[in-house]
């Protein structure tokens, strides 16, 4: 087993895959990576930080996004940290405080 770290580029909900760009190899990205389930998909997005492990050094098909670190990449106004997560449709809502 192998570990490198990544940054998410792309998040298909519907295959759950990703396309990833590892770290110390700019421009390199690997498309259509399988994420564990474990992984929530409101995180996954342009900018997280992954961690991929690769069950063949060798061979970027047996790679898996295993974990996220580091926090959201950016502040998303439609994440509520009390209820911890996000919100459609709430841009604008209401008047400002």
Excluded: N, W
Excluded at 39 to 54: I, Q, S, Y
Excluded at 58 to 83: C, I, K, N
Aim: glycine residues 12%; aromatic residues 10%.
């Amino acid at each position: 087993m192998y570990t490198q770290f990544g940054v998410i580029r792309a998040f298909d909900r519907d295959s759950y895959t990703a396309s990833v760009e590892l770290l110390g190899y700019p421009g390199t990205l690997l498309a259509g990576v399988p994420v564990a389930f474990s992984v929530r998909e409101d995180l996954l997005v342009d900018g997280a930080h992954c961690v991929v492990l690769f069950a063949d050094a060798f061979d970027a098909r047996t790679a898996v996004v295993v974990a996220l670190y580091g926090g959201r990449p950016a502040e998303d106004p439609r994440f509520d940290p009390l209820v911890g997560h996000r919100h459609r449709g709430l841009l604008g809502d209401g008047p400002k405080l």
